[in-house]
């Protein structure tokens, strides 16, 4: 079984739980045997590969502008990396988009001839010369750029033809998802990590969620994350319940996180709560801060650290002043690799009060580090948790009581932390890598 | 011969309403929860079923007895919510087939944490149920029938039950069964009544089990299975939950029709009969002395204390509970002394039980909170609620008497 599988980010260069998720099915797949070619919006950098052995592009032809190929090793030994210079990166707006893309046109013309050609045959055939403007003239738009990266990830497809299922990993690549089934009649798998509402609430950007619903009904299969994504697809999108299939994200575990049991013990007696994530509407930055008023009208001695980066940040930040408790709250920045595991060494209790989460890897990783974990009801790791604290993102009151208990009664925390981490332990990639393998029989039964 | 002797547990805790660490009023139960699921149990079970057993006492007249253990805090929510049971009550304690038995007031675990608080507990029960039906309860039984040697010494220390009813576990039976009287080591007066958990869950649990190769279970088949005990036993002590008629077994799996003809089912052979705990122990001899030096009880497969005690958040709420006891009856405050009581009924801990949470069973159908972990910190809240209207009591006492 061989997969073009479509994606946005990969370790170590993330920006949310998407690039982990890709990272985690994919290399769970490789050990079952799966053959992944796996298509990437921007180039890796291998100098900073950590936990992802990879050899040095091996294959970097200057005429195909800004395409790298890199061979793998290791426990990602099965999957090849394609990776097509693009300013596309995963969880970003159209105008920040414009600020990046206009930083890369400094720096390089963009398409090939080549490409562009099969790009705008394509485009012909699936838009009857439609409303686009053709993505050579570089109008600009994260459109164009989502459609070129279609047009490139149909030429890769067209030089290795020999696979059996198209993968596509949310909206950026449905286009190119699409084009790649469409050239080459090989079923396609459209992976639902989050949609525009769970992104935008009400306000959704109309150019996403046409590029949503065209994907999802394009697709064979539509993989939800979660229930309370699939709902949404069902309701919002208008797709036939028997097309989604759900399953669930999983986590990697990773041993020697016992070294933060003994750092507990030597630690000053001061309490920290920790948010970490995109400091964005949808993850409900601003709950968690009126929460943390609360929290300090019963308890002193507690810090609320908040781990991440987004568009909410600076307004967060004058919040917190606002408020008075700006020298409570300490804002770390977007953390990565080591930075994220002390982060959790030093946390008492992870706090997800998303607004709207069709997953959520991050609590995963919390339990994974032995913090226990208060998440909103709005997420979709609610289905799959039960030894952790749950609450309705808009119930502040409530959320404050939680964290307040979980500082107070040490047995709480104990206990959540004992039982959350044996719960988290069944989770695992290798369950859902299985699951995705059924689905890609379903839709390929010839093959074995 | 054997004498079928049925004992139901009649039992609803006084829940706690909704309680933050922001909270600070002196109210901690949900009155409208309590009402309105007392009603509910009463409708299904509790008046269906005593009605049923009035009129199979008049049928069968006089040959079918039962008995009761009723708490304390049931009572009081039946007196509050619904009278039309406590009457029902008062006619089957008239037919005089009907026997109470003693507990404590609270459905507490205070025998495992004060033995003061425990003994007073039983006295506060005997006294309601002298009050209520004139009767002077001879036989007990701890919440959830936990036992060990040390409770029936201590029962047998107070000089007024002959017997105590307990679980007939397989690890304190052996190669004996629950079918005879035994004794307790180190006890002269007090025996031991044993739950035949065999037959009393083919009742109790597996009645409607269409997947059990037994279903479905009809009168005359579970006489023949009581029939069967004949030479090797005096009795068979069917003991169950009462809500097992209509609440836990709906009236359409057919269970009242079963119990309305069982009677005629098992009296058909001649040495067969009913009998109440008190007429056993006057009817039967002691067979053999059990011994148990650890604690057991009726609950789950593992018939021991880990449905209440089984994790650091149930036994740390226990813990501060009754380490507020001295503090509590200083106060002489009969409001914080009545909260306090009312905490320590067990279901609150059982609320708190992890174990099978995930599976989703048994354990959450009883349970009004999400998860258990939303119990504790429901009850810790109260409990520092308590504790602080403890010391303001104390401080006003204290200048009370430097004034006068």
Redesign the interface.
């Known amino acids: 079984m061989k997969v073009f599988m479509l994606g946005w980010e990969f370790p170590p260069f993330i920006s949310g739980g998407l690039g982990t998720a890709c990272h985690g099915l994919t290399k769970s797949l490789s050990n079952l045997g799966i053959k992944i070619t796996f298509v990437l919006p921007k180039p890796i950098e291998t100098s900073h590969s950590t936990h992802v052995e990879m050899l040095t592009p091996a294959h970097y032809r200057p005429d195909q502008i800004g395409e790298e190929f890199i061979e793998t090793t290791g426990e990602l030994k099965n999957i090849r990396f394609h990776t097509i210079q693009s300013p596309l990166h995963p969880y970003t707006t159209p105008e920040e988009y414009q600020k990046r893309l206009e930083e890369i046109i400094q720096q390089k013309k963009l398409l090939s001839v080549e490409s562009r050609q099969v790009f705008d045959q394509w485009l012909k055939k699936e838009f009857e010369g439609g409303h686009v403007e053709p993505a050579g003239h570089y109008g600009g738009d994260m459109y164009s750029e989502v459609h070129r990266y279609a047009a490139a990830a149909v030429r890769l497809a067209l030089q290795q033809p020999d696979f059996d299922v198209v993968h596509a990993h949310d909206w950026m690549t449905y286009p190119a998802g699409i084009a790649v089934a469409t050239v080459t009649g090989k079923p396609l798998v459209v992976h639902v990590h989050s949609t525009e509402f769970d992104r935008s609430g009400e306000h959704v950007n109309q150019m996403i969620y046409d590029i949503e619903r065209r994907g999802m009904h394009a697709a064979s299969k539509v993989i939800a994350v979660s229930y309370l994504t699939r709902n949404i697809i069902l309701t919002r999108y208008g797709v036939l319940g028997e097309k989604v299939e759900v399953i669930y994200n999983g986590v990697e575990h990773e041993e020697n996180n016992r070294l933060s049991a003994q750092q507990v013990g030597i630690r000053s007696d001061e309490k920290i709560v920790l948010f970490l994530g995109r400091i964005t509407m949808q993850k409900g930055p601003e709950y968690f801060l009126m929460a943390a008023r609360?929290v300090l009208?019963?308890i002193e001695n507690v810090k609320f650290v908040m781990a991440g980066t987004g568009d909410m940040m600076h307004r967060i930040i004058e919040m917190a002043a606002q408020m008075g408790i700006g020298h409570k709250v300490l804002f770390t920045g977007f953390l990565r690799g080591d930075d994220v595991n002390k982060v959790y060494q030093m946390a008492d209790l992870y706090v997800m009060p998303s607004v709207s989460e069709p997953f959520g890897i991050a609590p995963l990783e919390a339990l994974n580090h032995d913090v226990p974990v208060l998440i909103s009801k709005q997420s979709g790791v609610a289905e799959v948790l039960?030894?952790?604290?749950?609450v309705d993102f808009w119930d502040i009151?409530?959320m404050?009581?939680?964290i307040?208990?979980v500082l107070?009664?040490p047995?709480?925390q104990?206990?959540?932390r004992e039982?959350g981490n044996f719960?988290v332990r069944k989770l695992k990639w290798s369950g859902a890598a299985a699951r995705c393998v059924q689905v890609y029989q379903d839709l390929v039964p010839a093959m074995k | 011969m054997p004498s079928v002797c049925f004992y139901f547990q009649v039992h609803q805790p006084f829940r706690l309403r909704h309680y933050?660490?922001?909270d600070s009023a002196d109210t901690y139960f949900d009155e409208f929860k309590n009402a309105s699921i007392c009603r509910k149990v009463a409708n299904k079970c509790y008046l269906p079923t005593n009605r049923l057993l009035l009129k199979m006492i008049q049928r069968y007249e006089g040959r079918f007895k039962c008995s009761f253990s009723v708490t304390g805090v049931v009572l009081e929510q039946f007196q509050k919510y619904c009278p039309e049971v406590m009457s029902t009550f008062d006619a089957l304690a008239e037919t005089g087939c009907v026997e109470f038995i003693g507990e404590t007031y609270f459905h507490s675990l205070s025998f495992l944490y004060s033995r003061g608080e425990f003994t007073e507990q039983i006295d506060q029960h005997t006294d309601l149920i002298g009050r209520l039906w004139g009767q002077k309860p001879r036989v007990f039984r701890n919440t959830e029938l936990i036992y060990n040697n040390q409770l029936a010494e201590t029962i047998e220390s107070m000089g007024r039950f002959d017997a105590i009813i307990t679980e007939g576990a397989d690890r304190i039976l052996g190669h004996r069964n629950s079918n005879f009287l035994y004794r307790p080591p180190n006890c002269q007066r007090v025996r031991l009544l044993l739950k035949n958990y065999a037959l009393s869950d083919d009742i109790a649990f597996r009645f409607s089990n269409r997947g059990w190769e037994e279903w479905p279970l009809d009168a005359p088949k579970f006489s023949r299975w009581i029939d069967q005990v004949n030479g090797c036993g005096h009795m068979v002590n069917l003991f169950m939950d009462y809500e097992t008629f209509g609440e836990h077994q709906w009236e359409d799996t057919g269970i009242f029709d079963f119990m309305y003809h069982l009677p005629e089912h098992v009296l058909r052979h001649p040495d067969n009969n009913f009998k109440t705990p008190s007429e056993i122990i006057d009817s039967y001899p002691v067979m053999d002395t059990i011994d148990v030096p650890h604690v057991i009880s009726w609950a789950d497969t593992e018939r021991d204390l880990s449905a209440w005690l089984g994790?650091?958040?149930q036994?740390?709420a226990l813990h501060e509970l009754y380490k507020i006891e001295k503090l509590v009856k200083q106060t002489q405050n009969a409001a914080i002394i009545e909260d306090w009581k009312k905490l320590q009924t067990s279901d609150h801990f059982y609320y708190m039980c992890?174990k099978y949470?995930?599976d989703g069973d048994v354990h959450k159908y009883f349970n009004p909170y999400?998860?258990p972990?939303?119990s504790?910190?429901n009850f810790?809240?109260v409990l520092s609620n308590l504790r602080l209207r403890c010391r303001e009591a104390l401080t006003e006492q204290n200048v009370a008497e430097q004034a006068s």
Request: glycine share 0%; hydrophobic share 35%; no cysteine.
């Open positions: 609360k009208e019963e039960t030894h952790v604290l749950k009151q409530e404050a009581n939680k307040v208990a107070k009664y047995p709480l104990m206990t959540l039982h719960e | 933050t660490v922001f994790n650091a958040m036994s740390n992890t949470f995930s999400d998860s972990y939303d504790y910190i810790m809240n």
